[in-house]
């Protein structure tokens, strides 16, 4: 708080209190004006994303109902000419019923354009309704494939006139009835064009099979796309916001713009053909798909685009997304739903809003905002101006007498005029004056007595000092001598190991020695004698022999063990960085401490690379090592009563070398595990447990090694440490 006070007063305190009191008021006003007008925009903002994604969800939900009844009529259509066939009302081998009751069809069902049935034998019968509203009724001749017979009608569906007969016709060549063939169910065919109509269509086909479940025909409905189209118009989606429905492909399907989904190039030659998806008579021309990337609408285009580079590829759109994207600086708001049946439609309903439909009347109210805002403020500036003359005037006059007081006249009165706050603070100011003459005549007095109390205090105050930093020199003292005394147990620990382990060698170096001596002097004496036995010769040679190999793996073993000890020895007693191979460290240790873990069943096995050598100070990893297998032989395993494993692995870890040592031993409380490292801690205080070993790991690692070591146990589960320290440079 004092700082901040010392703050405030370094940056205001030259700032006269009037010009003060009025651009903090003007502040406040501003930032409360400025935070109303930001939140306003703010939420504004929100409520416009949640509408247009609002908008955007009702629209889809629209279009998806009224896509999923239009395109479930054809095929309703179809099932319903199945079910007639199958109660005898229809005759498959009667084409003129089936091209009437087809006629009567297309009356009720305005949306559909083409009903026919094409049969096993390559025929066709066909009920269609023209572009200018008429009807025909089409089939081919003896109803197979042959003769394409054009028919006009009545108004009760008779046949009239024949109007043209066209080149021979086989329905099972054509893509709908295969695939109907092919699938076995209903299916839907892909968007085609019909150039005659200048409108797109699509068909609905259903295999028929008899009753011995032999194919017979293939019923199709066919549905012009227009009638999307005028749907889509309809949709209120706001000024600038477009609905299309795309195929996969990226060709447009449907839209709410009078573009039509497709460019019409004239027939070269005025000729007649047959549909090669419908059976439908067409001018010879070309009908080409326009891609939605390819539209003259500019938000289609590029949404369709920015589509492409969100998703690659249209086919990777597998649910509805909503995101927005820029055009022109512009924020538009998308929503994609894939519309998909298990009849082989997969569409894509395209909603994309322009952010400017929803923002005007957003931008008015922040326009208005701003205009408030500064009227406001230009007021708030008048009052603050009136306000502080009237707050100030007596306060000017509080500060001379103030001044006067501070120069030693005490006499100083301030007249009281008003009952205010500031009346008050003049009644208390001349109260505080009269207060001030009865204190500064006991003050000196007073600050006697403080002078003497202080020098007393200071006396006090350094005798402790020094009986203080006496007792911590003792402590320190004593500290570094148990830590000599722990470092020389475990130096005397080693040299006794040593002295077990060298015996063995040495004693059987020695009765080899005398095995030796013996069979020379059995020698001497062959070659005394005047026939020397050859096959004692060579006996006594062969002792030589044995012995002698004997001798000499014994010393060398004890040379080993006497290396092994001087490296230790001289490593734990030396503070000075050298080269030394970590394998033969981890093994120099092992050694040490054979003679302690060889007549128990506690196995020890070490993982590390050989030839991982390192500068830096091996007595210290000597030490850690010791320690905490002493540690695992007293603690973890019971004076080596229980049978385990100890595993010691050490690798580089990048610039650091890892050290994991773990023991299967009998583990430690999670109490004990976070006091593990703390001096004079042990859990064997009347065994002789002095509570330094892990202390002094602690210290060798962070202090000495400059590193980090962890403990991690439980009950049952046995320990493992964690070390990790940086390697030294040469």
């Known amino acids: 708080m004092d700082s901040k006070n010392h703050w405030f007063s370094k940056i205001f305190g030259n700032v006269s209190l009037r010009t ?12 409360a004006v400025g935070v109303i007008g930001y939140l306003s925009f703010h939420n504004g903002q929100k409520a416009v994303n949640d509408l247009a994604a609002q908008l955007q969800n009702e629209v889809s939900a629209r279009i998806q109902q009224h896509l999923a009844s239009y395109l479930e009529m054809p095929h309703l259509i179809n099932q319903s000419h199945l079910n007639a066939i199958r109660l005898g009302l229809l005759n498959l081998q009667d084409p003129d019923q089936l091209g009437h009751y087809f006629w009567h069809q297309l009356q009720v069902f305005n949306s559909v354009s083409t009903i026919y049935f094409g049969n096993e034998q390559g025929g066709l019968i066909v009920a269609r309704r023209q572009a200018d509203e008429t009807f025909t009724i089409e089939q081919t001749k003896d109803f197979t494939a042959n003769d394409y017979l054009v028919y006009t009608t009545d108004v009760e569906g008779n046949r009239g006139n024949l109007l043209r007969t066209n080149p021979p016709f086989d329905s099972r060549k054509r893509p709908w009835y295969k695939m109907a063939v092919a699938k076995k169910h209903a299916i839907w065919s892909e968007v085609f ?42 949709l209120k989606i706001g000024r600038g916001g477009k609905i299309f429905i795309i195929e996969r492909s990226g060709d447009i399907v449907a839209s709410s713009t009078t573009e039509k989904p497709f460019i019409v190039h004239p027939p070269e030659h005025s ?20 891609k939605a990337s390819e539209s003259s609408v500019p938000l289609i285009r590029f949404t369709a685009q920015h589509l492409t580079e969100r998703f690659g590829q249209l086919e990777n759109i597998s649910n509805e997304q909503q995101f927005i994207f820029e055009l022109d600086n512009q924020r538009q708001y998308l929503q994609v739903t894939p519309l998909q049946d298990s009849r082989g439609l997969d569409w894509l309903i395209v909603v994309a809003v322009p952010e400017s439909d929803f923002m005007e009347r957003i931008n008015a109210n922040t326009r208005a905002t701003i205009i408030l805002s500064l009227t406001a403020l230009a007021i708030a500036t008048l009052v603050g101006v009136m306000t502080s003359k009237w707050i100030i005037r007596p306060i000017f006059s509080l500060t001379i007498a103030a001044q006067r007081i501070s120069k030693g006249h005490w006499d100083e009165k301030i007249p009281v005029a008003r009952s205010d706050e500031l009346g008050v603070l003049a009644e208390s100011f001349n109260s505080m004056v009269m ?46 001598e148990l830590l000599q005394s722990e470092k020389m147990a475990s130096l005397g620990r080693l040299v006794a190991g040593f002295a077990h382990e060298i015996n063995t060698p040495i004693g059987v170096a020695v009765g080899a020695a005398s095995t030796l001596q013996e069979t020379a002097q059995t020698i001497i004496k062959l070659f005394d004698q005047e026939e020397v036995d050859e096959e004692e010769l060579v006996s006594a ?7 002698a190999e004997l001798t000499l793996s014994n010393l060398r073993r004890a040379i080993r063990l006497v290396g092994s000890f001087k490296r230790t020895a001289v490593d734990q007693s030396s503070e000075v960085s050298r080269f030394f191979d970590v394998r033969e460290t981890i093994e120099d240790v092992n050694n040490s401490l054979h003679n302690k873990f060889k007549k128990t069943t506690i196995k020890i096995e070490i993982n590390c690379p050989k030839g991982l050598t390192l500068y830096g100070l091996p007595g210290a990893l000597d030490q850690i090592l010791t320690n ?23 690798r580089l870890k990048g610039d650091h070398l890892y050290l994991e040592y773990s023991d299967t031993g009998k ?64």
């Open 20 to 31: 003060l009191l009025v651009v903090l008021f003007v502040i406040q006003i501003f930032t």
């Open 193 to 234: 064009s019909i150039y005659a109509r200048q409108e797109l269509a699509i068909a609905a086909s259903l295999p028929v099979y008899g009753q011995q479940n032999q194919l017979q025909g293939v019923l199709t409905t066919q549905l012009v796309i227009s009638h999307i189209n005028e749907f889509l118009k309809k």
């Open 271 to 290: 000729k007649t053909q047959v549909n090669k998806e419908s059976s439908e008579n067409t001018m010879t021309g070309e009908m080409q798909r326009l």
């Open 435 to 480: 207060q001030l003459q009865e204190s500064f005549a006991t003050l000196e007095g007073k600050s006697q007595e403080i002078n003497k109390l202080n020098e007393r205090l200071e006396y006090r105050v350094s005798q402790r000092t020094a009986e203080l930093n006496a007792k911590v020199e003792e402590l320190m003292q004593t500290r570094n």
């Open 541 to 547: 040679l062969e002792s030589v022999e044995e012995a």
């Open 628 to 650: 905490l297998m002493m540690n695992s032989f007293v603690h973890g395993f019971e004076e080596g009563q229980l049978e385990g494993y100890i595993f010691i692995t050490a």
């Open 667 to 730: 583990g430690m409380t999670q109490e004990t595990v976070e006091k593990v490292f703390e001096p004079f801690f042990t859990t064997r205080r009347g065994y002789g447990g002095s509570g330094l070993g892990m202390y002094i790991c602690y210290n060798l690692v962070t202090s000495q090694l400059h590193g980090m070591i962890s403990c991690e146990s439980a009950l049952g589960e046995g320990v493992t440490f964690r070390i990790e320290y940086p390697i030294q440079v040469s």
